[in-house]
């Protein structure tokens, strides 16, 4: 026996023939039989409900049909209802199709079982979709009480934002039902109740774990989700740290790791006199959806960083700047990018500025490998250098600050000094960036000037010259000058210049002026004599070496002639080698223990021999 619920229709105009017999008019009631449904049976695409009754709707949602009643819907959907009085809609009838439905055909299975009584599980993983599909119905309380949208929000007002988990839970199913979630505001309500739980539990500690206990949760939500959140907890007086490190964490659980995947751009091999290098490819199978992707995630990350220096590490900026350059982003980026390295240059590493040079193409991402090309990257390091030089300026930093950065580069240019595409201009503008005070110490210089050498043996003397003047020789340690004095890469003319500033300081201290600062690869130190008696004893040893330095004053005038005779005689090879051998004799100096008149002798620690050998190098 059927059972019928008499429902009033709202918004719809009445009216009546001239016979007086009344049409249904839409502030009349409408009889709707109560169908029951005990269960729906699904045949391949298609949902049957079982009933007495048989159905007479076919209810399209993506591929699936939904064979039901057509009462029990209208009776709780307004959607429905007004497609019911309106026959002139031509979708509807014995088959409606439901076009961009939120949640998709599993929600409408769902939903179905609430239109014929059945209980209806809610839970964080369906509540979202469940609240924008009973929107999309129109199921308000105005056909029936407690109807699903008021059932849906009490839940997700009562139940989920009162939980970090479930409100997490329903951020992350949100992804999918833009616009919907959006506009019924069920993301702004999720973000600001995990704001609010994330400021509120970091106000009252103060340990840095305690802090970072909702890091991996935000983690793993949708970029423009995360966002939000972001400037959510920014709003709330977070700390600049706090916000930064949660950032870090998100891209390294998005983003992939562009120094493991660029490590092997380090290694230079000479295989039949061609460089040996690693070429990355990215996977054949990855789409340019995916780059776009990828590309957007880290545009987003850069427009939050907080911009508080040191709220991110440097090691952090310059993988993204990697990134952004392998994902094509905007240039106002990479350029924003490359001014918060310079500010905090001083604390990179070598491998950090070591970025490659690579170009996109249609078929992946790898290295420009084009004649001439340099493997890294050289324009991208100079203008961070100017960047950390406009930021010293400005904030008058100490000199430590570009010392530090002068090891950096020094070692940097050690690197890429294996390149045999680099030319001697970009060597010299790069070496040449930072001010003559900034190295206290040139040892690191002079090895990245010998590398290079060593990898560009066709260089002229001229170019050797040239490239050789970068460096002071007066800032090279004693064991700098040693190698030097031996190295036969090395220019005669930069050689004469590492023996005469070494005579140079030796003269300094026989006339008793302050030890001269010496430098090694480290850093420099200076030697003091810390008591009375070990002044006097230099003193002494400083007399017994002024005689040997004047002959040493002799030979290097005479070497100096040698060498402008050479030069003049445009090297022939012959009496190169014989004005060398020449030169070899004249100031070989001999050094031995001094008689102490009694026939025997005795060893002297002023008295020393320099033995001018050929030159040749120990690296």
């Given at each position: 026996m059927k059972k019928y619920l008499q429902m009033a229709h709202p918004r719809s105009p009445g009216g009546s023939d001239a016979d007086g017999t009344d049409h249904l008019s839409y502030d009349q009631s409408i009889i709707i039989p109560n169908i029951a449904a005990d269960s729906f049976e699904r045949k391949q695409l298609s949902w049957f409900a079982t009933s007495q009754i048989p159905t007479d709707l076919a209810v399209q949602v993506q591929e699936v049909i939904f064979n039901v009643h057509k009462y029990p819907l209208v009776s709780k959907s307004g959607y429905i209802r007004q497609l019911e009085l309106q026959p002139s809609i031509s979708n509807?009838?014995?088959?409606?199709?439901?076009?961009?439905?939120?949640?998709?055909?599993?929600?409408?299975?769902?939903?179905?079982?609430?239109?014929?009584?059945?209980?209806?599980?809610?839970?964080?993983?369906?509540?979202?979709?469940?609240?924008?599909?009973?929107?999309?119905?129109?199921?308000?309380?105005?056909?029936?009480?407690?109807?699903?949208?008021?059932?849906?929000?009490?839940?997700?007002?009562?139940?989920?934002?009162?939980?970090?988990?479930?409100?997490?839970?329903?951020?992350?199913?949100?992804?999918?039902?833009?616009?919907?979630?959006?506009?019924?505001?069920?993301?702004?309500?999720?973000?600001?109740?995990?704001?609010y739980k994330v400021s509120r539990r970091n106000s009252s500690t103060e340990d840095v774990r305690e802090e970072s206990w909702w890091f991996g949760d935000v983690a793993t939500l949708h970029i423009d989700h995360f966002m939000r959140i972001m400037t959510a907890i920014r709003a709330k007086g977070t700390?600049?740290?706090?916000?930064?490190?949660?950032?870090?964490?998100?891209?390294?659980?998005?983003?992939?790791?562009?120094?493991?995947?660029?490590?092997?751009?380090?290694?230079?091999?000479?295989?039949?006199?061609?460089?040996?290098?690693?070429?990355?490819?990215?996977?054949?199978?990855?789409?340019a959806g995916q780059n776009k992707e990828q590309r957007t995630i880290i545009e987003s990350l850069v427009s939050i960083l907080p911009s508080q220096n040191g709220a991110v590490s440097c090691k952090f900026l310059m993988q993204m700047l990697k990134t952004a350059m392998v994902y094509s982003a905007s240039p106002a980026l990479i350029s924003d990018l490359e001014r918060r390295i310079g500010m905090m240059l001083e604390d990179a590493n070598v491998n950090d500025l070591l970025i490659p040079n690579y170009k996109i193409e249609d078929q992946g991402i790898m290295?420009?490998?084009?004649?001439?090309?340099?493997?890294?990257?050289?324009?991208?390091?100079?203008?961070?250098?100017?960047?950390?030089?406009?930021?010293?300026?400005?904030?008058?930093?100490?000199?430590i600050g570009k010392t530090n950065v002068s090891k950096l580069l020094d070692n940097y240019l050690a690197e890429i000094a294996k390149d045999p595409n680099l030319s001697i201009t970009k060597f010299q503008v790069l070496a040449e960036s930072l001010p003559q005070n900034a190295r206290s110490c040139d040892d690191g210089l002079y090895r990245a000037i010998d590398i290079y050498l060593k990898t560009h043996p066709s260089l002229s003397e001229h170019d050797r010259r040239r490239l050789c003047k970068i460096m002071n020789c007066e800032?090279?340690?004693?064991?700098?000058?040693?190698?030097?004095?031996?190295?036969?890469?090395?220019?005669?003319?930069?050689?004469?210049?590492?023996?005469?500033?070494?005579?140079?300081?030796?003269?300094?201290?026989?006339?008793?002026?302050?030890?001269?600062?010496?430098?090694?690869?480290?850093?420099?130190?200076?030697?003091?004599?810390?008591?009375?008696?070990?002044?006097?004893?230099?003193?002494?040893?400083?007399?017994?070496?002024?005689?040997?330095?004047?002959?040493?004053?002799?030979?290097?005038?005479?070497?100096?002639?040698?060498?402008?005779?050479?030069?003049s005689k445009h090297k022939n090879a012959l009496g190169w080698s014989l004005n060398w051998g020449k030169i070899k004799n004249s100031f070989h100096v001999k050094a031995e223990s001094d008689d102490n008149g009694d026939g025997q002798k005795r060893q002297n620690p002023g008295v020393f021999r320099l033995s001018f050998r050929r030159r040749r190098s120990v690296s």
């Open positions: 509807f009838g014995h088959d409606l199709k439901l076009e961009n439905f939120p949640g998709g055909s599993e929600t409408f299975e769902m939903i179905l079982k609430f239109f014929y009584g059945l209980p209806v599980d809610l839970n964080p993983n369906n509540i979202a979709a469940l609240r924008c599909a009973s929107e999309y119905l129109e199921m308000t309380e105005e056909f029936e009480d407690g109807n699903l949208i008021a059932k849906t929000e009490a839940f997700l007002t009562f139940v989920v934002l009162a939980s970090w988990k479930d409100t997490i839970t329903v951020l992350k199913s949100c992804e999918t039902l833009s616009p919907w979630a959006e506009n019924l505001q069920i993301v702004r309500r999720c973000c600001d109740s995990i704001a700390k600049a740290e706090i916000i930064g490190k949660c950032i870090m964490n998100y891209a390294d659980k998005l983003l992939p790791d562009m120094d493991e995947g660029l490590e092997g751009l380090r290694g230079y091999g000479f295989g039949k006199s061609e460089l040996q290098f690693s070429i990355l490819i990215k996977k054949e199978d990855e789409s290295l420009n490998t084009s004649e001439q090309r340099t493997m890294h990257n050289i324009e991208v390091v100079q203008r961070i250098l100017d960047y950390f030089l406009i930021h010293e300026q400005q904030q008058q930093q100490q000199k800032k090279l340690s004693f064991d700098a000058c040693m190698h030097a004095a031996q190295n036969d890469r090395l220019p005669l003319r930069t050689v004469v210049q590492v023996l005469f500033s070494e005579q140079a300081k030796m003269r300094m201290e026989m006339h008793g002026k302050e030890p001269v600062t010496r430098g090694d690869n480290s850093e420099q130190e200076e030697h003091r004599p810390s008591t009375n008696t070990e002044i006097k004893n230099l003193k002494s040893e400083l007399e017994n070496v002024k005689t040997k330095m004047t002959e040493l004053q002799n030979d290097y005038s005479e070497l100096q002639q040698e060498y402008e005779k050479i030069c």
